[in-house]
C-alpha cells in the first residue's frame, strides 16, 4: 500500500508523520485489496478549536473511499479517520462479498 502526506497551510513534523504511518498500515488487516491511502492534514482558518482538519482517501480496484474529520489535533483528526474508514473498508468489503453470492 502505497501511503501519501500532504500538509496544507504549514510544514508537518515528523513525528506527526511518523505517527500516521505507523497507524494506517492497520488498514491492511481490514483488506488487502487498498492499492493506496493519501492523508491530507490542513489548519483551518481562522484559528478556533477544533481547527485541525484530516482527510484520508483510500483507494480499492472500483472504490475511492473518502472521509473527513475536525478535531482539537491532528492526531485527534486522525483517530478519528481511521476509525471511519474502517467501518467504510468492511462495509465495502462486505457489499463486494454480497455481490459475488
Do not use: C
Amino acid at each position: 500500500m502505497e501511503v501519501t502526506v500532504k500538509a496544507i497551510h504549514f510544514d508537518a513534523n515528523v513525528k506527526l508523520e511518523e505517527f500516521i504511518q505507523k497507524r494506517i498500515v492497520k488498514l491492511e488487516q481490514y483488506s488487502d485489496k487498498i492499492t493506496s491511502a493519501d492523508v491530507t492534514l490542513e489548519l483551518v482558518k481562522p484559528e478556533t478549536t477544533e481547527n485541525k482538519k484530516v482527510m484520508l482517501k483510500v483507494l480499492l480496484p472500483g472504490n475511492e473511499l473518502v472521509v473527513t474529520k475536525t478535531a482539537d489535533s491532528f492526531e485527534e483528526a486522525f483517530d478519528n479517520s481511521m476509525d471511519a474508514m474502517i467501518r467504510s473498508v468492511l462495509k465495502t468489503k462486505e457489499k463486494q462479498n454480497d455481490a459475488k453470492k
